[in-house]
């Protein structure tokens, strides 16, 4: 059965009879999965739930997040508006690869995507990342598709900057991919040989290899291999969701549960239509292949639309605007305490949101940055920043209502407890 979507998918091709099908689902305001009837009543919560709060009747606690879109922490909170057209989506059935094709058409719209790209929703950054290199190795080739992460008869590198090796190459390499480290351009070119699948680029660590983002794009082009760009938290600006792609990148990875804030299990992979294709072929729903696993909703997929719809049409200025009013609300707290000075920023490229630091000196305080925020971590409620040699860090993009002043208090207290 799944043989034949892979099939259908390659003889109706990816977008080509879909325009009329996206036109429909995503058309003027009409959310997927309104029923002509009108939307179903909220069902009475009993058992699990019935409290309001899930994680205290499991016995987990809630903490306050002033550390920022991690995933251990459970991303985001999601909009509003996303979790309403998720439990539309929830109420019918529809054929996976059908609604992917259709929702990566109107991704590629709102974002005004260069001719030829398009978008996928993957269950996340790194499963854009694996589903991506799948593409990249097998294209459209059911024999390759299946036989992953075998590499026979298939090309089997990939180039990265030695200074881009992160941690976050288990992607790749569960694809049956070996990661070859370079350095300079020289290094590229001696390395680059007919075992090269792709080369492999950390967007957020662009300051740190000696090759820079769009000269490593041309060196991939002028090999005539794909160039991918993992720029998993990098946005905000909304601009970066397009700009990698006008400039020339074959494929992108995007997390939804970070700034954009949607489904948590949901994200990105832009990038060429015929690549797109390939690793949407190399996942669910189809069986038999590597990226089975990976496993993407209807819900998440209609959510993820919804959210890059909402976050595209967001004031930047103005939310930024609100999140330093909590942080300096925070320093306004701390200011008068002996032995903090405090520094302000917003990182260039990955979590390109505002920051606070307190610098304690030593001298004046009988425990580390790293130990107070321990402190809080343990505390009720719990508090999570973060917190290495004497900087304690943190921004507000995931503070909710009136946990800037929790923060403050905690924070103020903790540190008056070691003053000395």
């Known amino acids: 059965m799944q043989k034949l979507i892979r099939e259908e998918m390659n003889r109706r091709g990816f977008l080509g009879g ?12 009409k959310l997927i999965g309104q029923a ?43 909009r509003p508006e996303v979790e309403a057209v998720m439990k539309l989506a929830s109420q019918h059935f ?22 030829g790209y398009t978008a996928l929703v993957t269950s996340g950054a790194a499963s854009a990342i694996q589903n991506g290199y799948s593409g990249i190795l097998t294209g459209s080739n059911g024999k390759y598709i299946e036989q992953l992460p075998d590499l026979t008869g298939l090309k089997t590198e990939v180039l990265v900057q030695k200074a881009h090796r ?57 090999a005539g291999v794909p160039a991918f760009l993992d720029a998993a938290a990098d946005t905000p600006p909304q601009s970066n969701l397009s700009a990698y792609a006008k400039m020339g990148y ?12 949607g489904p948590q299990c949901a994200g990105l992979l832009i990038g060429r239509e015929n690549l797109v294709h390939s690793a949407l072929l190399n996942m669910s729903p189809n069986e038999g292949t590597i990226g089975r696993a990976t496993k993407v909703g209807k819900e ?10 909402l976050f595209i049409a967001e004031n930047q200025d103005e939310v930024s605007k609100v999140q330093w009013s909590k942080l300096n609300l925070v320093a306004g707290k701390l200011a008068k305490i002996p032995g903090i000075t405090t ?78």
Not at 18 to 29: K, Q, R, S, V, Y
Not at 301 to 309: C, F, N, P, T
Request: proline share 3%.
């Open 94 to 115: 529809v054929r996976i690869m059908d609604l992917e094709a259709a929702a990566g058409k109107r991704i590629a719209q709102l974002l005004g995507l260069p001719a």
């Open 300 to 309: 998440e997929i209609v959510g993820m639309v919804k959210a890059v719809e």
């Open 36 to 78: 002509a009837t009108g939307a179903k009543p909220a069902a009475h919560v009993a058992g699990l739930g019935a409290s309001g709060n899930v994680y205290e009747e499991l016995g987990v606690q809630t903490v306050i997040n002033g550390q920022g879109t991690m995933t251990y922490l459970g991303g985001s909170i999601i």
């Open 250 to 261: 074959d494929l992108i990875s995007f997390s939804g549960g970070k700034a954009m804030r």
């Open 343 to 420: 520094t302000r920023d917003v990182p260039p490229i990955a979590n390109n949101f505002p920051a606070i630091q307190f610098h304690l000196d030593t001298a004046k305080f009988n425990a580390s940055a790293g130990q107070i925020c321990n402190e809080l971590a343990a505390g009720k409620p719990s508090i999570i920043l973060s917190g290495g040699g004497n900087v304690i860090e943190m921004n507000a993009i995931n503070l909710q209502a009136g946990e800037a002043e929790i923060v403050a208090n905690a924070l103020a207290k903790a540190l008056k407890s070691h003053s000395v």
């Open 18 to 29: 879909l325009a009329a099908l996206a036109g429909t689902m995503f058309g003027g305001e």
């Open 166 to 222: 992160s941690g976050w190459e288990h992607q790749i390499r569960v694809t049956g991919l070996k990661m070859v480290e370079v350095e300079t351009v020289e290094d590229v070119k001696r390395a680059l040989s007919n075992r090269t699948a792709a080369m492999h680029f950390l967007n957020y660590g662009d300051p740190d290899g000696k090759i820079k983002r769009a000269e490593w794009l041309d060196l991939a082009h002028q």
